[in-house]
């Protein structure tokens, strides 16, 4: 046996060392390709099934190759967890503990010249007394400066504007704190470290030399392994792209005010540099209203478009005037920020239909202008083979019916080797796939009404435990209205996805073990409950990408003009995946047992339905609803049962 498959045996130092560990051959056999890949710096691409112990099978050879490795996450929980919890754990067992360093964005740390600055100042001024005392007081005793620390400061609190910078707003070496700042540390920490644990956007922002990135982590390590990597496609499209956001605007204009009047510019000249991105601001938010929408940029009428071009003018003339102003540092990183947002506008603008697909996403807080390149295989895959490192990408959904080409040809990875580790949990047993017979075209304006009417029966005889998972807020919010005019209530408790947080509501779910939860896209992937709190998971359709969404719209028309088939190469491989994501959340140890019910009758009638159906787990099928509710009775009891025996853990 080679090492690996010792420390990952039934009596190695994991089984000695961690409670609950349970040997499993795909875990080992994972571990050691990996720990060959980061040995020959060859790429490889790795689908795990659920319960491999993927993230242990990465770990491992990270810690025990001695190599600098950097290791990117999809969520900054599963960042934490890594950096706190598992490397510290299993860098013991193994007994071979490894620098390691944690790093973030720059908008989760905090920006001292900022806090130091006046419009902070004024921001935590208009704070309640309490927060901007304890802010003050965090800010001056805090190591780290992660903003983490400070868990009264919710994720979308405005606040974090104020006490943080962005690529833009930072002035670097020039700064006065720059020999305290926080991101500077943090960075230096990293480039010391043994293992770095980062995130998607800041590993991409470091290959894309963009925003938080600073170019320096990627030279310096031998390998590179990607946790969640179904996620960098989109990820990677975004940073390859252009956008402007009003948001981006309005912290540039807030700054030069602010700065105008730190520089003492007379009102004169002051007044109409301000007002050259003041007015066309305000202008195109007015033109484009705040209902939340996406709207392609063929679509956008010539008095909008004209609205963008005043915009693009302002942001210019701004820029102009305040070089020949002159008038010190924070203005002329005012001028650049204005040159940088104005250059992005004009490739938005310019770009051509065949290359990217624009678009403009409305919301009540403003709006967002963007273009998303169709191909960016050419661009990652160069950027890629730039740095001679290990590449690893790992997932649990990566392949279709073990077929990585969809998932290879976003990213150019033609060449890289493949491995795919099957679930070890028993799928035949431990759940029951439900396709419900006579439910109409999901198209019919009564579908939901009926989606619910299956479902309604199911969750019956499952005693709650169930996520119903919509593919649309629309569909969300219309079975949530309908399940509460009902005139015999649902004996269960509804949780229902916008009415808390995501992290309470499962909070709610784990808690309850008899509870409903409604969800839609953030619902269907990353999330883990274990156990029989969840036993019956209902999809209401097929998870296509909305033709109606102008980016999605603009992607088909790109690849039926150059000859390529839309549905067989995008539309059916990206539904693929998303509903083997949807479908992985029911079975999620080797006691779980459940039904998932797919609703969508296009699954069992179009010939696609085969593919799609190819690339779940090989769970037992049924069109039988009876034997759907006798199997989740016999899941309610066992429920029952574990209850009695202990309370279901918060
Ligand atoms: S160097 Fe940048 S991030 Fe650091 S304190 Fe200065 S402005 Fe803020």
């Known amino acids: ?101 944690l790093l973030k964005g720059r908008a989760n740390y905090l920006c001292r010249a900022r806090l130091s600055g006046q419009g902070v100042q004024a921001g935590l001024f208009g704070a309640p007394r309490q927060s901007a005392a304890r802010i003050a007081e965090w800010a001056a005793s805090t190591r780290s400066g992660d903003l983490a620390e400070l868990s009264e400061l919710g994720e979308a609190d405005p606040l974090r504007l104020q006490l943080t910078s962005t690529g833009e707003t930072c002035t670097g070496a020039r700064c006065a704190e720059y020999e305290r700042c926080h991101v500077v540390a943090a960075r230096r920490t990293a480039l010391e470290a043994d293992i770095v644990v980062v995130n998607h956007h800041l590993l991409l922002a470091d290959l894309t030399l963009k925003e938080d990135g600073f170019g320096e982590l990627l030279p310096h390590v031998d390998a590179v392994i990607i946790d969640e990597a179904h996620q960098l496609p989109d990820l990677a499209a975004e940073f390859f792209g252009q956008s402007c956001s009003s948001r981006q605007v309005e912290l540039l204009a807030q700054d030069l005010r602010l700065a105008l009047a730190a ?267 274990q156990g029989a709190a969840l036993r019956l998971v209902i999809i209401d359709k097929l998870p296509f990408a909305h033709i109606d969404d102008p980016l999605v719209r603009a992607r088909v028309e790109f690849l039926q003009a150059t000859g390529g088939n839309a549905f067989r190469d995008y539309q059916l491989p990206e539904a693929a995946l998303a509903l083997k994501q949807g479908v992985g959340r029911l079975i999620r140890s080797e006691t779980d047992r459940g039904v998932v019910a797919i609703c969508d009758p296009r699954l069992t009638s179009r010939g696609y339905g085969k593919s799609l159906l190819a690339a779940l787990p090989p769970m037992s099928v049924t069109r039988d609803g009876d034997e759907a509710e006798q199997f989740l009775r016999r899941c309610a009891r066992d429920f029952a049962r574990q209850q009695r025996a202990a309370p279901v853990p918060a």
């Open 263 to 529: 520089a003492r510019v007379a009102a004169p000249a002051a007044r109409p540099i301000q007002q050259a991105i003041d007015m066309p601001l305000l202008a195109l938010r007015a033109a484009l209203g705040g209902t939340e929408r996406r709207i392609a940029w063929q679509e956008l009428p010539a008095s909008t478009l004209e609205e963008v071009q005043q915009l693009l003018t302002g942001l210019r003339s701004a820029a102009n005037a305040l070089t020949t102003l002159d008038a010190g540092p924070e203005l002329a990183l005012c001028a650049v920020r204005a040159r940088a947002l104005a250059a992005a506008l004009d490739l938005i603008g310019e770009v051509s239909s065949t290359e990217g697909a624009r678009a403009v996403a409305v919301t009540p807080r403003g709006f967002q202008l963007s273009l998303l390149p169709y191909d960016i295989a050419a661009r990652f895959s160069a950027l890629v083979e730039q740095r001679p490192s290990a590449w690893i990408f790992t997932s649990a959904t990566l392949a279709l019916a073990g077929n990585f080409t969809h998932f290879a040809t976003r990213l150019g990875l033609g060449d890289a080797d493949t491995l795919c580790i099957d679930s070890p949990f028993d799928f035949e047993h431990q759940a029951l796939l439900y396709l419900p017979a006579g439910l109409p075209d999901p198209a019919a304006g009564d579908y939901t009404a009926r989606v619910l009417e299956t479902a309604l029966p199911l969750v019956q005889a499952a005693g709650g435990g169930a996520f119903i998972l919509f593919t649309s807020h629309r569909a969300l919010g219309a079975a949530a209205r309908l399940l509460r005019a009902r005139q015999e209530p649902l004996p269960f408790e509804l949780l229902v996805q916008g009415e808390a947080p995501r992290e309470q509501l499962l909070r709610r779910f784990r808690a309850s073990g008899r509870a409903v939860l409604l969800g839609t896209a953030s619902f269907w992937e990353g999330v883990d409950v």
């Open 1 to 101: 046996m080679s090492g690996l498959g010792e420390i990952f045996s039934s009596h190695g130092v994991l089984s000695r060392a961690l409670d609950g560990y349970t040997a499993r051959a795909g875990q080992a056999r994972m571990a050691e390709r990996i720990a060959a890949a980061i040995e020959s710096r060859q790429h490889l691409m790795v689908e795990a099934g659920t319960g491999t112990g993927k993230t242990f099978a990465y770990l491992v050879p990270a810690l025990l190759s001695g190599r600098r490795v950097l290791i990117s996450t999809g969520t900054r929980t599963l960042q934490d967890q890594l950096y706190a919890r598992d490397l510290p754990l299993l860098g013991a067992a193994v007994g071979r503990p490894a620098s390691v360093a």
